[in-house]
């Protein structure tokens, strides 16, 4: 049973439906489909309907009030909605759920109570509303959340689902190469005026950087290490807080099979990025914050159950590096720019964080002191 007295839903086996098309703007429910899904649950009189902006712009959601409480609609991006991969993700948040983790909790269909309901060939998801608010670059917070995931990770360390995990990460991606070939005339073609000498320089640098990292990882030992299930975005627009405490963790649809550093290293990075003008990358600091870095291996060890090992350790700053430049070059290479940010300004900017995580990859990866 839920908190509210209602059964837990269920996830079905679903059945599979046809991709759709991907679309660059943020895309938002048309009335006729907005009524239909609603018409599937039984939230109550409806008193208010607000856009959701947060998040993947291919992903719309919808913040709904009722007399009944506030309640989350969300419709899966194209790419992230095949509904077995759906099905994995909320039998994962039913699991976590149960054992008090803080996730929103699912709303089930008015009739068969299904976790999932499709439509038109997408995927939509009904949540719990949480209130909170977000990172707020502190060292206590960056603990938090480094413990959040720890115990996260620990709940799931014998967790089986039903359905088959994705596997596979940002870390010795076949795709690189093929990637950056592709970024200077993506770029180029909505940046004609752009110096394609020096972006293909700078896309070089990082096809060399991310291949001397991903070697570093495996001489570290990531072959031998043992997958397990992870969250797979774990960044600070995906945690919610609340007078201290992580209240909120959102977004499973990245959730994957594999060792445990990738969700540490990622979580690393996500949290110590320092962006002082959001869209101009040009004035963000080459470094990272290193407190908040330490701060988030610190939390997760206290809280995991099995502390880092040291080649865990030495291993993550050259995910990082991985994890950098991979999330930046696909969708470069794709649409020639950083969602609404030019790319030839985020690529340098990449080079620069590149060039400062190198030589101080060591030192990052020692234990926070006490």
Same mark, same amino acid.
Request: net charge positive; aromatic share 8%; charged share 25%.
């Given at each position: 049973?839920t908190?509210?007295g209602?059964?837990? %839903? #269920? ?5 599979? /439906?046809?991709a759709?098309?991907?679309q660059s703007?943020r895309?938002?429910?048309d009335a006729?489909e907005?009524?239909t ?9 409806i008193? @208010?309907l607000?856009?959701h902006?947060?998040g ?6 919808l913040?709904?009030k009722t ?8 419709r899966?991006?194209s790419?992230?909605?095949d ?6 993700a ?9 054992r ?10 008015? &009739?068969?109570n299904? +976790?999932m ?5 997408? /995927? ?9 608010i977000?990172?707020?670059r ?5 603990? =938090?959340?480094?413990a ?7 709940? =799931? ?8 995990p ?18 200077? /005339? ?6 004609? #005026? ?6 293909? @320089? ?12 991903a070697?570093?990882?495996? &001489?570290a030992?990531f072959?031998? $290490?043992p ?8 960044? %600070?627009g !995906?945690l919610l807080y ?10 499973f649809? +990245?959730?994957r ?5 990738v ?5 690393? =990075? #996500?949290f110590s990025?320092r962006?002082?003008?959001?869209e !101009? ?9 290193d407190?908040?870095l ?6 997760? &060890?206290?809280?995991s ?7 865990e350790?030495?291993a993550?700053?050259?995910?990082m590096?991985e /994890? =950098?430049?991979?999330e930046?070059?696909?969708p470069?290479?794709?649409t020639g ?11 340098y ?6 060039r $400062? ?9 020692? %234990?926070?002191?006490?």
């Open positions: 049973m908190a509210s209602q059964p837990v %839903p #269920q996830p079905i086996r679903p059945h599979v /439906a046809p759709v098309e991907d703007h895309e938002r429910f006729h907005l009524a899904v609603l018409s599937h649950y039984d939230l109550g009189v008193e @208010q607000r856009v902006p947060r993947s712009r291919r992903s719309p959601k913040r709904i007399r009944r409480g506030e309640f989350l609609l969300k899966r991006a790419g992230q909605d509904p077995y991969r759906v099905a994995f909320h039998d994962l948040q039913l699991r976590l759920g149960q008090g983790y803080p996730v929103p909790g699912l709303i089930g269909t008015r &009739d068969e299904n +976790s309901l499709q439509f038109n060939g997408r /995927a939509y998801e009904m949540f719990n509303y949480v209130h909170g977000r990172f707020d502190t060292a206590q917070s960056a603990v =938090l959340a480094g959040a995931l720890g115990k996260l990770h620990s709940l =799931l360390a014998d967790y089986r689902s039903v359905y088959d994705p596997v596979g990460s940002f870390h010795g991606a076949g795709e690189i190469n093929a990637k950056m070939a592709l970024i200077p /005339a993506a770029v180029c073609a909505v940046e004609p #005026q752009t110096d394609r000498a020096a972006l293909a @320089q700078t896309a070089e640098f990082l096809k060399k950087a991310y291949h001397d990292a070697r570093r990882v495996e &001489d030992g072959g031998t $290490w997958r397990r299930v992870i969250h797979g975005d774990w960044h %600070p !995906n609340r007078d201290g405490p992580v209240v909120g963790v959102l977004d649809d +990245s959730a099979s594999e060792p445990r550093i969700d540490v290293a990622n979580a690393g =990075l #996500q990025m962006m002082d003008a959001a !101009n990358p040009s004035n963000w600091p080459d470094a990272l914050d407190q908040i330490r701060c988030i291996f610190h939390g997760y &060890d206290q809280a159950g099995t502390i880092l090992t040291n080649r350790r030495i993550a700053p050259w995910l590096i /994890a =950098l430049i991979a930046s070059v696909v470069i290479a794709a720019s950083f969602a609404r940010i030019a790319g030839s300004a985020f690529l900017m990449i080079e620069r964080k590149v $400062w995580l190198r030589p101080r990859a060591a030192k990052l990866a020692e %234990p926070l002191k006490e």
